[in-house]
């Protein structure tokens, strides 16, 4: 193996380490966060005709059904990482994207309500993250995260198919051990390692200051339904669940092509809560009726961030995705894809130290730590919604004028759609909430619920 | 309809965009073929056609002029729309998102470019034209 010795600081910019052609890179951990990385810093790195070599580390196999090949998530492309994806030239193939989602229906204890996509159109993608659920018969779709680790392999990253055993210094340097292989010097070091699972615990001896985000813990659950009852009741809309229930904040089911997928997120959800969930007339009269949980089924309880870490970056190491930064309780993957990319520009533009991350990497996180702060306000104010019935009744009565009108701004409507689907920045939606007619609006409705409003469905 | 399939779906000589209207949006082909078409009088001549992956109405999302050619699904076509204010928001984080579409457009223009000088070479009274490079903004 050659000397390293191809990033090296400047002359005239103390501080900095730039990469050079011959560089070395590992990425630990072939997510969407990994794949993302690898990709774009493979492209840029291209553009300015840097020759470097980069090592994704992931030992999952994603073609593995069930939890093996699975990297846990309710597997939710939004609205906005489908455009941005598109626009990058990443078009999602019908073999990854297990349904098109083009509306969303709101379940609240007062009525339900349609809330169908802006232009009517499938922008939303479900995927399944690994190759499906356990015991799947008859699978007709890829993994999504197999899908990008395969475009970054075509872009010209190595995929590791092992798992890293120990990250350590060599002088300067980190440098990475499988357990077959001898310890392997790099130029950057790469975590995307998430927050579920042992990795994390590698980067502890690197003797850095970065601390790990705090987590909470959700619930996912996968249940056969088959495709013409998935087809018959689910269609093409997501279900949304605003329920006075304590402890769970949000919660959806999601049609994935012949499954449907239970998604919880909250304190702690534990079992109690998920049966109080299963239980709900809420959600019994969405599903098929007779539908009982069967007695296996596949599920798991992964941790989601919910706050950013501190300092995810120093010289030649940097974290991204959830273990770095995380958008909080929705859009993960876009996430990954914005603190991947701002990773990878700022290690090809500008350079791989400390100070280079701290200039052009950690304002993409500060933005995303901002906008969760508002985001905390936002669904503090949907849990006031949630829990007084005439705030339910005049936010559903304003979202069903909203959907029958043709003319008109929808402002709840898309407050909420936006709000679900991760689509728009917290910041903006809270914007949108401080428009005059948007209050008065809701408050003449509030007013108006003490009239019983007519189901739709 | 493939329930696995993103965007919208066109049928056989759908307008997707129509000369001359107002836009904000662009979009990406995901599964079939679309004609670009141009109007001039009475005449209407194909400019490209274009198949999955490729952009059209790119334009709308740079300048506030008005669509400049129409644009019909040839056979089914299953298309994506990009919103010029989540295309312009995510722009101002990341500038390099930008990189791809103006790649193309640079492509787009030196096919112009070559066109012009082809058929500037061919007609007789526009052969000291031909030796005069067409202006950057040609298209």
Not at chain 1, 236 to 245: C, E, G, K, P, T
Request: contains cysteine; aromatic residues 10%; positive net charge.
């Amino acid at each position: 193996m050659s000397e390293l010795a191809p990033s090296s600081a400047p002359a005239d910019r103390p501080g900095h380490l730039e990469l050079q052609s011959g560089a070395r890179v590992a990425v630990v951990g072939g997510g969407p966060a990994g794949s993302f990385f690898s990709y774009f810093f493979l492209d840029l790195a291209e553009r300015l005709g840097l020759d470097v070599q980069l090592d994704v580390f992931e030992p999952k196999n994603y073609a593995i059904p069930g939890p093996a090949g699975c990297n846990m998530c309710g597997g939710v492309v939004s609205e906005s990482l489908v455009q941005m994806l598109a626009t990058e030239g990443i078009n999602l193939p019908p073999t990854v994207v297990a349904r098109g989602i083009d509306s969303y229906v709101l379940h609240m204890d007062v009525g339900v309500a349609r809330i169908k996509t802006p232009l009517q159109e499938m922008r939303i993608a479900a995927v399944y993250r690994g190759a499906g659920p356990r015991g799947a018969q008859e699978r007709t779709w890829d993994s999504f995260d197999g899908f990008l680790l395969d475009r970054a392999a075509a872009k010209g990253a190595r995929v590791v198919r092992e798992r890293v055993e120990a990250v350590t210094w060599r002088r300067d340097r980190p440098q990475v051990k499988t357990r077959n292989g001898a310890p392997q010097p790099y130029d950057l070091l790469v975590a995307a390692v998430g927050v579920n699972g042992a990795a994390l615990k590698l980067f502890e001896g690197l003797g850095l200051n970065y601390q790990p985000p705090r987590t909470s813990k959700t619930y996912i659950a996968e249940f056969f339904l088959g495709r013409e009852t998935m087809g018959k009741y689910f269609g093409h809309a997501m279900h949304v669940f605003l329920l006075n229930l304590p402890r769970l904040e949000f919660a959806a089911l999601i049609p994935k092509g012949d499954y449907l997928t239970f998604c919880l997120l909250g304190e702690n959800i534990d079992d109690a809560l998920v049966q109080s969930f299963l239980n709900a007339g809420e959600v019994r009269q969405c599903l098929p009726p007779g539908w009982q949980r069967p007695e296996t089924f596949c599920h798991c309880s992964p941790r989601i961030s919910t706050s950013g870490a501190v300092q995810p970056f120093s010289d030649r190491v940097v974290f991204i995705g959830d273990c770095g930064m995380a958008r909080l309780y929705k859009d993960g993957i876009g996430s990954a894809y914005r603190t991947a990319k701002a990773a990878a520009r700022a290690a090809v533009f500008d350079g791989v130290a400390r100070e280079d991350f701290r200039r052009h990497f950690q304002p993409v996180c500060e933005t995303i730590r901002r906008d969760n702060l508002v985001g905390k306000l936002v669904f503090a104010f949907t849990r006031q919604i949630q829990h007084r019935r005439f705030a339910r009744q005049g936010m559903l009565r304003m979202v069903m004028r909203e959907q029958q009108q043709a003319r008109g701004a929808p402002r709840m409507s898309m407050v909420l759609w936006d709000t679900f689907t991760g689509s728009a920045s917290y910041g903006n939606v809270f914007l949108r909430t401080l428009h005059p007619f948007f209050w008065c609006r809701l408050l003449w409705d509030c007013l108006r619920s003490l009239r019983p409003v007519r189901k739709t469905q | 309809m493939d329930f696995r399939t993103l965007g919208k779906t066109y049928r056989n000589g759908e307008v997707i965009i129509m000369q001359g209207e107002s836009g904000d949006c662009m979009y990406v082909i995901q599964t079939g073929e679309v004609e670009v078409l141009q109007r001039h009088g009475s005449e209407e001549v194909r400019l490209a056609v274009l198949g999955p992956g490729d952009f059209f109405g790119e334009m709308a999302l740079f300048q506030r002029e008005l669509r400049s050619a129409t644009v019909r699904a040839m056979g089914e076509a299953r298309v994506l729309t990009v919103d010029k204010r989540t295309f312009m928001s995510r722009v101002h984080e990341d500038p390099s998102l930008a990189y791809r579409l103006v790649q193309t457009m640079s492509e787009r223009l030196r096919r112009v470019n070559a066109e012009y000088v082809r058929a500037a070479s061919s007609h007789p009274f526009q052969k000291s034209a031909a030796a005069t490079p067409p202006p950057a903004d040609a298209p």
